[in-house]
């Protein structure tokens, strides 16, 4: 066990140390095999484009030496004095004079005259050489005829070689044709310092003997390279004269020190960053392993004791940073909710069942065995349910709520206030002997006795029933007995009227047929409050016929016509497949729809022509007025949109609120066609009643401007199911009874 937690401890330090070797050996690998041979590869590419500069610079300014060679000569040849001096066969130093006077401040060296033979006839040179014309007459013949007019060649006359070019002399008749003028320039210091200064280097010019051991085999036409040492490069191509004869080559050398520092930062730049990444990828990892990994590990391993229970919640935290601190606080914070939520009931932040009964059994055996006294008070509310039932589940629960603040408000810190579920609470009073139980229950019914609950625009007393019990009541060996004998002492102070508590001790024989007769007593009220509830939806009926009644007897075309439009609303609903509590609530709203216009002047309601705008305008208010009425009864809430918006157009342009498309309740939207129709099939005093077909054609010209297009088409099956049979009132073809009244939807 001890080697494998060793190992264990060592293992991630290992894993950095090979990595490290691993990227080290990496690193040289790349080096040697790849990063090198690249490197003197590029570097190899860098010094050959450098030769080939070198050249090609060398070699614009020999052709530009061979151009300003070919112009003089051409200057020359074509002057008049060169063309008698040909002709005349004038001597050696008539030409002499001639040629210095031309040439002496130029950069030619040599001039001559020869005629088609090659022969040479005159000559000149600016300096004085030793083989003087032996030498020009030897070059001329080894190298033979220099064809062409503009033929530029390399000779060597004696030990130097000159740039050559030749031009006919003159017109090319008389005495003087077949003649050539020839001027040479010497490949001396100062071309060769000229070429150097082009290159950038230095140019020297050498007998194919003098050059390196080895560079001769080298030469690929007429260049040839190689690294005199670490800071130059040389560079050397051929020279031969008109003949072809190789004679010599011009040879630069340039440094390259540029080029090899450039391969040696291109080289150590990649191992840098090479290095420098090999390096953070280790720092990552390294930190990874202290910043995340580790902590992670330790925490997962507190959470493993947490689990096992060899571990607390306060230890999440200790020996942590980063984000896994961020982590554990957040795990510690969701542990403590969760505890808390494991012994917190949601709705009142009480004590729930299950902490309360956990509790209770420690105290219990605490309390036998050191003979130490403990109560419990369980109490529910009275009548909670008839609460609940009139004001719904908020009203219960807010109920709720304020009990639990008044218990809490009342009980002392080592209490333990708890609800069990439902309406049922209980107090568990540690070190606390049934006397003194008996008055924190007082204390508890007195609170809860000064709160009222709002139902239904009136207000409502709270009162609880409390049953108290101690180690000393009756026959108790176990917790689950403590609480069963509270139950019973809480049910015997409701049998006694309620709003009151009673104590376990005081408990008889009897009470078990006292709570049989309670229990029977109870089902009577309740039957007795479904026949009142029976009663109210009866008086309620008989007040809606009443004012249906009331209204046609005001306006005689408005007899029967809430009850026509709720049966055409009724066809509608059950052609377009709606269910029953939807129809129910269309029904109870087509009949009444109109009950707004109770509230309309006689000016408008039986007005026999056509309305003024503010009898319009008074008109447009009644599906208001109507809401107004029912907003007093809750159980028609449901109903009020449909009667709201059932003069709303499918389009927008209606009213009160100008709603658009299925913004407009559907059961809305099915009122309105049935609205609309039974008025164009009913006589009016200023006009007759529509046929059928003709309102049908009505409501499908009016489909998507004023009606729903599936509401009228609905409509329209239900006229093709029918026929004339639609417009009677006292049944339907499909077995429907005539509309009777709503059935109100108590809350």
Same mark, same amino acid.
């Given at each position: 066990?001890?080697?494998?937690?060793?190992?264990?401890?060592?293992?991630?330090?290992?894993?950095?140390?090979?990595?490290?070797?691993?990227?080290?050996?990496?690193?040289?690998?790349?080096?040697?095999?790849?990063?090198?041979?690249?490197?003197?590869?590029?570097?190899?590419?860098?010094?050959?484009?450098?030769?080939?500069?070198?050249?090609?610079?060398?070699?614009?300014?020999?052709?530009?030496?061979?151009?300003?060679?070919?112009?003089?000569?051409?200057?020359?040849?074509?002057?008049?004095?060169?063309?008698?001096?040909?002709?005349?066969?004038?001597?050696?130093?008539?030409?002499?004079?001639?040629?210095?006077?031309?040439?002496?401040?130029?950069?030619?060296?040599?001039?001559?005259?020869?005629?088609?033979?090659?022969?040479?006839?005159?000559?000149?040179?600016?300096?004085?050489?030793?083989?003087?014309?032996?030498?020009?007459?030897?070059?001329?013949?080894?190298?033979?005829?220099?064809?062409?007019?503009?033929?530029?060649?390399?000779?060597?006359?004696?030990?130097?070689?000159?740039?050559?070019?030749?031009?006919?002399?003159?017109?090319?008749?008389?005495?003087?044709?077949?003649?050539?003028?020839?001027?040479?320039?010497?490949?001396?210091?100062?071309?060769?310092?000229?070429?150097?200064?082009?290159?950038?280097?230095?140019?020297?010019?050498?007998?194919?003997?003098?050059?390196?051991?080895?560079?001769?085999?080298?030469?690929?036409?007429?260049?040839?390279?190689?690294?005199?040492?670490?800071?130059?490069?040389?560079?050397?191509?051929?020279?031969?004269?008109?003949?072809?004869?190789?004679?010599?080559?011009?040879?630069?050398?340039?440094?390259?020190?540029?080029?090899?520092?450039?391969?040696?930062?291109?080289?150590?730049?990649?191992?840098?960053?090479?290095?420098?990444?090999?390096?953070?990828?280790?720092?990552?990892?390294?930190?990874?392993?202290?910043?995340?990994?580790?902590?992670?590990?330790?925490?997962?391993?507190?959470?493993?004791?947490?689990?096992?229970?060899?571990?607390?919640?306060?230890?999440?935290?200790?020996?942590?940073?980063?984000?896994?601190?961020?982590?554990?606080?957040?795990?510690?914070?969701?542990?403590?909710?969760?505890?808390?939520?494991?012994?917190?009931?949601?709705?009142?932040?009480?004590?729930?069942?299950?902490?309360?009964?956990?509790?209770?059994?420690?105290?219990?055996?605490?309390?036998?065995?050191?003979?130490?006294?403990?109560?419990?008070?369980?109490?529910?509310?009275?009548?909670?349910?008839?609460?609940?039932?009139?004001?719904?589940?908020?009203?219960?629960?807010?109920?709720?709520?304020?009990?639990?603040?008044?218990?809490?408000?009342?009980?002392?810190?080592?209490?333990?206030?708890?609800?069990?579920?439902?309406?049922?609470?209980?107090?568990?009073?540690?070190?606390?002997?049934?006397?003194?139980?008996?008055?924190?229950?007082?204390?508890?019914?007195?609170?809860?006795?000064?709160?009222?609950?709002?139902?239904?625009?009136?207000?409502?007393?709270? #009162? *609880?029933? &409390?049953?108290?019990?101690? =180690?000393?009541?009756?026959?108790?060996? /176990?917790?689950?007995?403590?609480? !069963? %004998? +509270?139950?019973?002492?809480?049910?015997?102070?409701?049998?006694?009227?309620?709003?009151?508590?009673?104590?376990?001790?005081?408990?008889?024989?009897?009470?078990?047929?006292?709570?049989?007769?309670?229990?029977?007593?109870?089902?009577?009220?309740?039957?007795?409050?479904?026949?009142?509830?029976?009663?109210?939806?009866?008086?309620?009926?008989?007040?809606?016929?009443?004012?249906?009644?009331?209204?046609?007897?005001?306006?005689?075309?408005?007899?029967?016509?809430?009850?026509?439009?709720?049966?055409?609303?009724?066809?509608?609903?059950?052609?377009?497949?709606?269910?029953?509590?939807?129809?129910?609530?269309?029904?109870?709203?087509?009949?009444?729809?109109?009950?707004?216009?109770?509230?309309?002047?006689? #000016? *408008?309601? &039986?007005?026999?022509?056509? =309305?003024?705008?503010?009898?319009?305008? /008074?008109?447009?208010?009644?599906? !208001? %007025? +109507?809401?107004?009425?029912?907003?007093?009864?809750?159980?028609?809430?449901?109903?009020?949109?449909?009667?709201?918006?059932?003069?709303?157009?499918?389009?927008?342009?209606?009213?009160?609120?100008?709603?658009?498309?299925?913004?407009?309740?559907?059961?809305?939207?099915?009122?309105?066609?049935?609205?609309?129709?039974?008025?164009?099939?009913?006589?009016?005093?200023?006009?007759?009643?529509?046929?059928?077909?003709?309102?049908?054609?009505?409501?499908?010209?009016?489909?998507?401007?004023?009606?729903?297009?599936?509401?009228?088409?609905?409509?329209?099956?239900?006229?093709?199911?029918?026929?004339?049979?639609?417009?009677?009132?006292?049944?339907?073809?499909?077995?429907?009874?005539?509309?009777?009244?709503? #059935?109100?939807?108590?809350?």
């Amino acid at each position: 066990m001890a080697e494998k937690a060793k190992n264990k401890n060592l293992t991630s330090p290992g894993i950095i140390l090979i990595l490290a070797i691993l990227s080290s050996g990496g690193i040289f690998l790349l080096d040697r095999f790849a990063l090198r041979p690249h490197i003197t590869a590029q570097e190899s590419s860098a010094l050959r484009q450098r030769a080939v500069r070198t050249e090609q610079a060398a070699r614009e300014v020999m052709a530009a030496q061979q151009l300003a060679l070919r112009e003089a000569v051409l200057a020359l040849a074509c002057s008049e004095q060169a063309q008698r001096l040909a002709a005349s066969g004038a001597g050696q130093d008539e030409f002499a004079r001639f040629a210095s006077a031309s040439l002496g401040q130029s950069s030619v060296d040599l001039a001559w005259i020869c005629d088609s033979s090659g022969g040479r006839i005159k000559w000149w040179s600016s300096v004085e050489h030793v083989e003087g014309a032996t030498a020009v007459t030897k070059a001329m013949a080894e190298a033979g005829e220099l064809k062409g007019p503009h033929e530029d060649k390399l000779l060597k006359i004696g030990n130097e070689v000159a740039i050559v070019a030749r031009q006919a002399i003159g017109p090319q008749s008389g005495s003087a044709a077949g003649m050539h003028l020839h001027l040479a320039r010497y490949i001396d210091g100062e071309l060769l310092h000229r070429l150097g200064s082009a290159v950038g280097g230095n140019v020297v010019l050498v007998a194919t003997g003098e050059l390196p051991e080895g560079m001769a085999g080298d030469l690929i036409d007429s260049q040839a390279l190689w690294a005199a040492d670490e800071n130059s490069l040389s560079v050397a191509w051929r020279l031969q004269d008109a003949a072809g004869r190789k004679f010599g080559y011009l040879q630069a050398n340039v440094p390259v020190t540029q080029i090899r520092r450039q391969a040696g930062m291109a080289r150590t730049t990649i191992q840098i960053i090479l290095a420098l990444s090999v390096g953070l990828c280790v720092l990552v990892i390294v930190g990874t392993h202290i910043l995340i990994s580790g902590p992670v590990i330790r925490l997962l391993r507190k959470i493993q004791r947490i689990d096992t229970g060899s571990g607390t919640v306060d230890e999440l935290t200790q020996n942590l940073h980063g984000e896994p601190l961020v982590l554990a606080r957040r795990l510690e914070t969701a542990f403590n909710q969760l505890a808390s939520l494991s012994k917190t009931e949601q709705l009142t932040g009480m004590a729930n069942r299950r902490h309360f009964e956990q509790v209770l059994n420690a105290f219990y055996y605490q309390a036998r065995r050191y003979n130490r006294p403990l109560s419990v008070i369980l109490l529910d509310i009275d009548f909670f349910k008839a609460v609940n039932d009139a004001g719904g589940h908020k009203a219960g629960d807010d109920l709720l709520k304020q009990v639990a603040e008044a218990i809490e408000k009342v009980c002392r810190k080592a209490d333990l206030p708890a609800r069990l579920g439902g309406d049922e609470f209980a107090v568990l009073l540690p070190e606390t002997p049934a006397l003194n139980a008996a008055e924190m229950a007082e204390r508890i019914r007195t609170e809860v006795a000064k709160l009222s609950v709002p139902i239904r625009g009136t207000s409502a007393n709270v #009162t *609880v029933s &409390l049953g108290i019990t101690d =180690l000393n009541s009756g026959e108790i060996d /176990s917790p689950d007995a403590m609480m !069963l %004998l +509270a139950d019973k002492a809480m049910y015997a102070a409701k049998d006694r009227g309620r709003n009151r508590y009673c104590q376990a001790h005081e408990l008889d024989e009897n009470f078990g047929a006292d709570a049989s007769r309670r229990a029977k007593h109870l089902d009577i009220l309740q039957r007795k409050v479904i026949g009142l509830d029976e009663q109210f939806k009866k008086i309620f009926v008989q007040g809606l016929e009443e004012i249906m009644d009331i209204l046609a007897q005001r306006d005689p075309h408005m007899a029967d016509h809430a009850e026509k439009v709720h049966r055409y609303a009724t066809l509608i609903a059950r052609e377009m497949g709606l269910p029953d509590r939807v129809l129910e609530r269309l029904q109870n709203a087509a009949l009444l729809h109109d009950i707004g216009m109770l509230a309309m002047p006689d #000016t *408008v309601l &039986l007005c026999e022509g056509a =309305l003024g705008d503010e009898q319009v305008k /008074s008109l447009r208010r009644h599906p !208001l %007025l +109507a809401v107004r009425i029912m907003e007093g009864m809750e159980f028609l809430e449901q109903e009020i949109p449909s009667v709201r918006y059932h003069h709303e157009r499918f389009d927008g342009s209606g009213y009160p609120e100008g709603l658009v498309g299925s913004a407009i309740p559907l059961t809305a939207r099915i009122l309105a066609v049935a609205d609309a129709f039974d008025a164009m099939t009913s006589p009016r005093t200023f006009r007759g009643a529509k046929t059928v077909s003709e309102a049908l054609a009505e409501l499908r010209a009016s489909s998507g401007s004023q009606f729903d297009p599936a509401v009228v088409e609905a409509m329209v099956a239900i006229a093709e199911k029918l026929g004339d049979a639609l417009l009677t009132t006292a049944t339907c073809d499909d077995g429907a009874q005539k509309a009777t009244a709503p #059935t109100p939807q108590m809350s």
